[in-house]
C-alpha cells in the first residue's frame, strides 16, 4: 500500500492508496516528515490538498473507497454535500435524512469517517453552533471553518440549517 506523509498548515496528513482508491486520510500530531508521492494517484491528491489549502479548490474529484455500514455510506455521502464554506449540524441532517431520531448515529459514523478534509465531517457543528467533537483536535476544526470561510470571502462560515 503506497503511502503519502503530506505536510499540511495543520500538521501532517497520513494518505493511503489501496487498488486505485485512497481508502484513508488522517492528521498526525507525531512529527513526521512529508514525502515525495510514489503513484499517480497520490501525486493528484498532493496536487488537489496543495490547490485546497492554497483557497483554489473546493471539491476533491480522486477516487476513494471507504468501506462502512449503509448507514455510515449514507451519511459520508450526505457530508459530500455540505457546499464548501457552509457548516450544518447533527439534528438538521438527522430531518434532511428524514431520520430525526439518528442524530447520535449519525455522529457516530462521523466519527468513523476516515477520509479527512475529503468527506469533510469538520463541517458539521453543534446545534447551538458550538464546535463539537472531532478526531483531529478542535482547534483543526476551527482552523478548516475559518480557512474555508476566508477562501469564499465571508470571513464567516454560513451555516446551512
Not at 15 to 40: Q, W, Y
Not at 82 to 100: F, H, K, L, Q, V
Not at 137 to 149: D, I, M, N, T, V
Request: glycine share 8%; net charge negative.
Amino acid at each position: 500500500m503506497p503511502v503519502l506523509y503530506y505536510k499540511t498548515p495543520v500538521g501532517i496528513a497520513r494518505i493511503i492508496e489501496e487498488d486505485g482508491a485512497i481508502v484513508s486520510i488522517s492528521i498526525r500530531d507525531e512529527e513526521l516528515e512529508a514525502n515525495e508521492p510514489e503513484t499517480e494517484l497520490l501525486k493528484t491528491v498532493s496536487l488537489q490538498f496543495d490547490e485546497y489549502f492554497e483557497g483554489k479548490r473546493m471539491v476533491f474529484d480522486f477516487p476513494i473507497n471507504q468501506p462502512g455500514t449503509a448507514f455510515q455510506q449514507r451519511v459520508w455521502q450526505y457530508l459530500l454535500q455540505i457546499p464548501y464554506g457552509t457548516t450544518t449540524s447533527y439534528g438538521a441532517m438527522s430531518r434532511a435524512m428524514n431520520d430525526p431520531l439518528a442524530i447520535r448515529a449519525i455522529a457516530s459514523a462521523n466519527g468513523k469517517n476516515n477520509l479527512w478534509i475529503v468527506v469533510p465531517c469538520h463541517r458539521v457543528i453543534g446545534s447551538n453552533g458550538s464546535l463539537t467533537g472531532y478526531a483531529g483536535g478542535l482547534w483543526r476544526k476551527q482552523w478548516l471553518l475559518e480557512h474555508e470561510a476566508r477562501t469564499i470571502g465571508t470571513g464567516q462560515t454560513k451555516l446551512a440549517f
